[in-house]
């Protein structure tokens, strides 16, 4: 009896071992199954975008999904394409590669129609997984076929580039959607002479990006011929009209060096962000589109993920992080890029950039405008070689400030040219594919396409005409001034420096290469910046410099005006700083036209004139106001940083026998970040009449007659 009982709890002891190995073996299996991932996969994007318009008939449709998708969900029923009730024949596809399905009407679309597109709940990831709800989006066709062929936008390495790392990628960027089944190797090549470098091709459906990966790293200081064919077409079946070729030159090494991020915004620690703005971060470099994503780009409000799809703009080096709605008001956000962001030679950031900001209680709804422009409205003899401008008041959408809404025109005959967008100094760049023709009336135009990060155009479009001469500028800029001036002593240790230039520059080529501050050969960590407004270049360090030590600033003949003309020579200057930081606040010497003045002509300028030099980046329309009553006079603010002179221009003349109020604000700050103590406040009364009277000379010693 015993012995039987022994033998049963013993069968019952190996039945329990086996079933919990076998448990243990199970549950081991489900977790390298993909099966026991339950989150959903969701849309990316979409073509045509949702509520687009003029879209042409003969467009295949596609949407690109967060992950790899189940390619036997992608059937006729679950991808439809419909006119009103009536569904739309065609053939749907998958491609494994770019997770991106693909709608192909058999026949053209009809003109000056809305058609519904619809993926349903029926398309599932490699899980199992089905999308949470169907994704539904609208538009609306053209009159007719797009018969216009791609371009490319931009390209890397740039073309004739040398001292290109031997493991880089090679990009291509093109101006529209294309059809990724024709980016392959065939369609994309690389050469060393006739030799076909071995590698792969990948397509960025967010980005319209092509990427082609060599096998192994390239051989060094070799030149390289990189093609993109004709064969590469667009979703309307359009091949690029020309091949496009393009050389670069390799280094002897390999690219090891981290990237890091040049700008963000909101701004770090700022307060009162829109909650319907997006979040941006501009790279030093550019970067693999393939590792900017949802995964490496997060936005948390506390530990609640925000929902949104991440872009990356390959021509401006600028990720963007748009929310799928607005943020919550008041609330604190953290923005993290993770070190999984890579450069095009696979480096990723040192260290994860994170940063805070909170937000307002509204959204922002006001429209952005234009600063200021180059060639300046109505000037004459304008370089033929000149690029061409425009500067904003705020942060813009890059992926607004584009060729289609920033022209240049002679007549009506449009001038063929690229547009990139300066984050970091908020400026929009028309570069002419060749010379303007001399003694020629030009038109630009920004039109109200551009948008800011709150979505808002312009008001109106901003136009303006110049007119060209006769010859290029092949004359050098040179530094009018610099801070600290040259040899003082004394400096606060808390100072920014600044070289302020005789023409505008080319914000593009004021870098941190290129204006470089150092104590010996340790160079001062710090960024810089170009206010193109006042042509003034600004190296903020990143912490204090050390105290009673000898610096040298240098601006090479890398910084370069608009007509691409370098620095005759480097500008060199050395300063000594103090033991403190400077934290006295800067005041106004003098005003114009004097406080309580009355009789002033009405077509006069308002200045504010400082005993120290200010931050230029400070001397904005926000810090210095003119009011008659509670109105706000339109006009812009310059800063002369030469003779420390702030200058409001109104848009118009003031109305006559007027009292105006005039204030600079706190917000004015010196170079060491002090502000105004208090706000500088100062009324004058207008005349009848604008002042038409030529200035004269003053009898004295200094003057000369003639008779």
Not at 29 to 38: F, K, R, Y
Not at 69 to 96: C, H, Q, R, W
Not at 128 to 133: R, V
Not at 426 to 444: C, D, G, H, Q, R
């Amino acid at each position: 009896m015993k012995t039987k009982s022994k033998m049963f709890l013993l069968s019952i002891a190996i039945i329990a071992l086996f079933t919990v190995l076998g448990c243990t073996s199970a549950v081991k299996e489900q977790d390298n199954n993909p099966a026991t991932e339950t989150v959903s996969p969701t849309v990316l994007s979409t073509f045509p975008t949702d509520k687009s318009t003029e879209v042409a008939l003969n467009t295949a449709i596609t949407v690109t999904f967060s992950e790899s998708m189940d390619s036997a969900s992608f059937i006729p029923a679950n991808f439809t394409l419909k006119a009103g009730d009536t569904e739309v024949t065609g053939l749907v596809t998958y491609n494994l590669t770019t997770n991106t399905a693909i709608f192909t009407p058999e026949n053209s679309l009809a003109a000056n129609s809305v058609y519904t597109a619809t993926v349903s709940i029926g398309v599932k990831d490699l899980a199992g997984n089905a999308l949470s709800l169907d994704m539904i989006w609208s538009f609306t066709t053209s009159a007719a076929a797009d018969t216009t062929a791609p371009a490319v936008l931009a390209v890397f390495p740039i073309a004739s580039s040398s001292d290109v790392a031997i493991n880089t990628l090679i990009t291509a960027t093109f101006t529209e959607p294309m059809n990724q089944a024709t980016i392959i190797a065939a369609n994309f090549t690389v050469k060393a002479g006739t030799t076909a470098v071995t590698g792969g091709v990948t397509y960025d459906s967010v980005n319209k990006e092509a990427i082609f990966t060599p096998t192994a790293n390239l051989a060094s200081s070799t030149v390289y011929t990189v093609t993109v064919t004709t064969d590469a077409k667009d979703l309307a079946g359009n091949g690029v009209g020309v091949n496009k070729v393009w050389t670069f030159t390799t280094s002897a090494v390999a690219d090891t060096t981290a990237p890091s991020t040049l700008s963000a915004f909101p701004l770090v620690s700022s307060t009162d962000a829109a909650i319907n703005t997006l979040i941006t971060a501009t790279f030093a470099e550019p970067m693999n589109s393939a590792t900017i994503n949802a995964e490496s780009f997060m936005v948390k409000a506390g530990t609640t993920v925000v929902a949104g799809s991440v872009t990356y703009d390959s021509v401006n080096k600028e990720a963007t992080f748009t929310p799928t709605a607005n943020l919550g008001s008041s609330t604190l956000y953290t923005v993290t890029l993770t070190t999984d962001i890579k450069d095009l030679a696979g480096n990723g950031l040192a260290v994860n950039k994170v940063w805070s900001f909170t937000t307002s209680a509204v959204a922002d709804t006001t429209a952005p405008a234009v600063l200021s422009v180059f060639p300046v409205a109505s000037s004459t003899n304008a370089a033929i070689n000149t690029l061409i401008t425009a500067t904003f008041n705020e942060p813009m959408n890059s992926a607004t400030i584009i060729a289609a809404n920033f022209t240049v025109k002679a007549g009506t005959t449009a001038v063929a040219g690229s547009v990139t967008y300066d984050s970091v100094n908020k400026e929009a760049i028309f570069t002419p594919t060749a010379n303007l023709a001399s003694s020629t009336v030009y038109t630009a135009t920004v039109t109200t396409g551009a948008k800011d990060l709150a979505g808002n155009g312009l008001a109106i479009n901003k136009v303006w005409t110049f007119t060209t001469s006769a010859a290029a500028d092949t004359t050098a800029p040179a530094v009018l001034s610099v801070f600290p001036v040259a040899s003082s002593t004394n400096v606060a240790i808390n100072t920014l420096i600044t070289a302020t230039f005789n023409e505008p520059m080319s914000s593009a080529t004021i870098i941190a290469a290129n204006f470089t501050v150092k104590a010996g050969t340790t160079a001062v960590t710090g960024s810089v910046t170009y206010d193109s407004v006042n042509k003034v270049t600004t190296f903020t360090p990143t912490a204090n410099l050390a105290s009673s030590t000898v610096y040298t600033a240098t601006v090479t003949t890398g910084a370069k005006d608009l007509a691409g003309n370098g620095l005759a020579v480097n500008k060199v200057w050395t300063f000594t700083t103090s033991v403190a930081a400077d934290t006295t606040a800067p005041g106004v010497l003098s005003v114009f036209p004097v406080d309580s003045s009355t009789n002033v002509a009405i077509n006069t300028l308002v200045t504010a004139t400082f005993n120290e030099p200010m931050n230029s980046a400070t001397i904005i329309a926000t810090n210095f106001t003119v009011k008659a009553g509670t109105t706000a006079v339109t006009g812009s603010v310059t800063y002369d940083s030469v003779n420390k002179v702030a200058t409001f221009t109104p848009a118009s003349n003031l109305a006559s026998s007027t009292v105006y109020t005039a204030t600079v604000t706190t917000g004015a700050k010196d170079l060491a970040g002090n502000g105004l103590a208090i706000n500088k406040v100062w009324t004058f009364t207008t005349s009848v009449a604008a002042d038409t009277t030529a200035p004269g000379c003053v009898v004295s010693i200094s003057c000369r007659f003639k008779y």
